[in-house]
């Protein structure tokens, strides 16, 4: 059974950082895309950086440049490093990976709040 787990997130002041984790278990190869999605309440989840298994990293642009999405494959763990941190994002987010064939499984989610 593939699981997400999440872990980071919580309270911080604008300017601040965060780095949120995700891991992967019951599943360590065949991974096509993992990345990270933000939601708010009332709106659509949407992605803010993506990271595809050729390597290439896609950010949305108003994360460009603050935060910055790697992966250590030893640890089936994907991190999203997040930066210069604004009341803007403030959001739930969640990791997600997409298998070869399509399948696709979510993490838990984790509040990041940004205070001014």
């Known amino acids: 059974q593939v699981q997400l787990a999440q872990s980071g997130g919580g309270l911080v002041q604008v300017g601040g950082s965060l780095r949120l984790s995700c891991t992967a278990s019951?599943?360590?190869?065949?991974?096509?895309?993992m990345d990270w999605y933000r939601q708010t309440p009332g709106k659509k989840r949407e992605v803010v950086a993506q990271?595809?298994?050729?390597?290439?990293?896609i950010y949305d642009m108003s994360v460009k440049g603050r935060f910055a999405i790697s992966r250590d494959n030893a640890k089936n763990t994907v991190y999203l490093e997040m930066n210069s941190l604004k009341p803007e994002d403030t959001a739930v987010y969640y990791c997600?990976?997409?298998?070869?064939?399509?399948?696709?499984?979510w993490g838990q989610g984790t509040q990041v709040t940004v205070s001014q």
């Open positions: 997600r990976i997409v298998t070869v064939w399509g399948r696709e499984y």
């Open positions: 019951g599943i360590t190869s065949n991974l096509n895309i």
């Open positions: 990271l595809t298994s050729g390597g290439s990293k």
